[in-house]
């Protein structure tokens, strides 16, 4: 008796955890982009928790929407160089944290970059070498 039961909360405790797990790999919740300081280069944006650089290029499909953090010292405006015209919210970020979205109108290649500003006042950094442009090839399939 008592082990039957402990096999019945072990199934929920599974069924549990597949039902979290088909949440978390949905197709339409917002990938991020984050964008941080570094003081060789002065900023890189990272995907999806991926490791920091100053070009990414990434594969999504055409309901994903990216969603845009920036955690430097400065503003970055977010800007489109190439590929069909996207929707982007709130694209110049310009305060710690500010979030700008975007979103694509179908399949394609886009490319993306940022302008950057002027650091926060009280927050300039030592940076070393050129300021990094930061690139963003999407391509949306
Ligand atoms: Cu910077």
Request: a positive charge; charged letters at 20%; proline letters at 4%.
């Amino acid at each position: 008796m008592k082990r039957k039961k402990r096999i019945r909360v072990v199934t929920l405790a599974l069924s549990t955890a597949a039902l979290v797990f088909t949440g978390i790999a949905s197709a339409h919740a917002p990938k991020t982009i984050t964008i941080r300081h570094q003081m060789r280069g002065c900023h890189m944006w990272s995907f999806a928790n991926g490791p920091y650089k100053a070009s990414l290029k990434m594969k999504v499909d055409q309901d994903a929407t990216l969603r845009f953090v920036n955690d430097d010292v400065m503003p970055h405006k977010l800007m489109q160089l190439a590929g069909p015209k996207t929707a982007i919210a709130k694209a110049n970020m310009n305060r710690i944290g500010a979030v700008a979205v975007l979103m694509f109108p179908g399949k394609g290649v886009y490319r993306f970059t940022t302008k950057p500003g002027e650091d926060y006042k009280g927050m300039a950094m030592k940076t070393i070498g050129k300021d990094n442009v930061l690139r963003l090839t999407v391509v949306v399939t």
